[in-house]
């Protein structure tokens, strides 16, 4: 009769053990993910947002340029130089017309950004690009999908045994 609560304690402290493990690497594969995705970007993929910016704007500088010069055109009381050092558009914003120069100069754009972008120093503290930090948080994701899929079965499968170990490692 001993041996089998020894036996029986021996099995439920593996299953304990086996739960706190996947516990730890479910929080460490967690933590390892946030502080990878907090990781600044390095300047190749900064540039590549302000690229995609000026490509997701350019399609649109008709028709911001249009109400910019409707501004104007519809303020025929105000002289020139009333309009000095205003920006000429939609209340006075200038990111409208930061918005308009894509399409103006789509190319000179890039290339100022880019030689501006190539001057910085990288960040000390700074990660992967975004190509290699992608592959490395799915990989993160599903261990972490992984670890809990087995925890949760391996709670089933004690639960479904009648067992109940208060704050033990498979009832957290």
């Known amino acids: 009769m001993v041996s089998d609560l020894q036996t029986v304690r021996s099995v439920?402290?593996?299953?304990?053990?086996?739960?706190?493990?996947?516990?730890?690497?479910?929080?460490?594969?967690?933590?390892?993910?946030?502080?990878?995705?907090?990781?600044?970007?390095p300047l190749s993929?900064?540039?590549?947002?302000?690229?995609?910016?000026?490509d997701h704007?350019?399609?649109q500088t008709p028709a911001l340029l249009a109400r910019a010069v409707d501004m104007i055109r519809t303020r025929p009381g105000k002289s020139a130089a009333q309009w000095a050092g205003q920006t000429p558009l939609?209340?006075?914003?200038?990111l409208e017309l930061a918005n308009?120069?894509?399409?103006?100069?789509?190319t000179e754009l890039k290339a100022g950004l880019a030689a501006a972008i190539a001057g910085m120093e990288e960040h000390p503290d700074a990660g992967p690009p975004w190509s290699e930090r992608e592959a490395?948080?799915?990989?993160?994701?599903?261990?972490?999908?992984q670890d809990e899929a087995a925890l949760?079965?391996?709670?089933?499968?004690?639960?479904?045994?009648?067992?109940?170990?208060?704050?033990?490692?498979?009832?957290?």
């Open 90 to 94: 939609l209340p006075g914003h200038a």
């Open 12 to 41: 439920i402290a593996g299953l304990d053990a086996q739960a706190k493990t996947l516990i730890t690497n479910i929080e460490a594969n967690r933590r390892a993910r946030e502080e990878l995705a907090a990781q600044p970007l």
């Open 57 to 59: 704007w350019s399609p």
């Open 152 to 172: 949760a079965a391996l709670k089933a499968e004690v639960a479904a045994a009648g067992v109940s170990l208060a704050g033990a490692g498979l009832f957290r």
């Open 100 to 106: 308009i120069l894509p399409g103006l100069l789509p």
């Open 136 to 145: 490395t948080l799915a990989a993160y994701d599903a261990a972490i999908d």
């Open 45 to 54: 993929d900064v540039l590549s947002v302000w690229e995609s910016a000026c």
